[in-house]
């Protein structure tokens, strides 16, 4: 099956370092990208949609110079938390889908990466 | 855009009974619809789906049904197992690698032993 990995799984920074998340599909290339945020016991709240050599499209209230997205290559999206904050301390997920113009399948979840922010 | 409420959003169920999820969705749009397993500190993983043309699916004991006409679906777990217990999470989407999903709220379930 499809595999989407996350690196790192957990970090701790301090406040105002800027940290970089990878996601990453292993056995498969993924035109799209989704970058997700979870907190505590609530649900998954989309950040940002990544599509490969263009510009992320952000949700409303989505801060596009608070959270870089890269998407420069098939199987690499990352996402950057400039000058991270306590406030930013949550879970991020990223997921792709086999995408191309099929259009056929499913997307994939990766592992996540819990930020915390002293 | 796209509302998929979620109920309940905590369940216990005795090991070995049934536990069942119901969701429901707004965009008559939507097509397909992921159910999705929650573990802690993990991310969600696919259990089942089932797309708009289909009114029912099962994989061993968990299944899902849908009626589009109401916009409700539901997941069903049969002979609950330890294991069972997670957070689960309905979605709607369009079947589509590059489309958005929207979740639901999340059930916890937990398993009585």
Redo the contacts between chains.
Sequence with gaps: GAV?S?HPSRVICKSGTSVKIECRSLDFQ???M?WYRQFP????M?MA?SNEGSKATYEQGVEKDKFLINHASLTLSTLTVASAHPEDSSFY?C?????GGA??????????T?LTVL | GENVEQHPSTLSVQEGDSAVIKCTYSDSASNYFPWYKQELGKGPQLIIDIRSNVGEKKDQRIAVTLNKTAKHFSLHITETQPEDSAVYFCAATLYSSASKIIFGSGTRLSIRP
Excluded: N, W
């Design positions: 989407v996350q993924a035109t799209t989704f016991k609530q649900s998954l989309l949609t997920i997921s792709a889908g086999l995408g259009r056929t399948d499913t997307q994939y979840f990766g592992p996540g819990r």
